[in-house]
């Protein structure tokens, strides 16, 4: 079983079985890669939706450069202090062509009107 959930492929429940009533959960093993879709959604849903969430538009492509983007970006004014091209080779991962700086291009327009909330110190 436990190779299961290394793989990905079940959630294991360990519950606590007791006369008084129904068995109560006491813990829970998750799949990694489900841990990691939960924790993107939880980027996505509260960071991104407060600081940038003009971003969200652009959050279904490019995964990895999303999360350089949370990592090092997030407040829309910091990616303004660069030149459209300056942000493009920071945050980009990998050379996906004329379809990827267009994206990353909009991001950093977007980031130009901006109406989250900001803030020094994040994506620091």
Request: hydrophobic letters at 40%.
């Amino acid at each position: 079983m436990a190779d299961l959930v290394a793989q990905g492929s079940a959630t294991i429940t360990i519950c606590r079985i007791s006369a008084e009533g129904p068995a109560q959960p006491v813990a829970v093993a998750q799949a990694p890669e489900e841990a990691g879709a939960q924790l993107r959604v939880r980027i996505r849903n509260n960071l991104v939706a407060q600081y940038f969430p003009e971003l969200d538009l652009f959050w279904n492509n490019a995964e990895a450069e999303n999360l350089a983007i949370v990592r090092g970006y997030l407040d829309p004014a910091r990616i303004r202090q660069l030149t459209c091209e300056q942000f493009i080779a920071r945050v980009s991962t990998h050379n996906g062509g004329l379809r990827q700086q267009r994206r990353l291009r909009h991001i950093w327009e977007a980031a130009g009107n901006s109406i989250g909330c900001g803030g020094s110190g994040v994506g620091t």
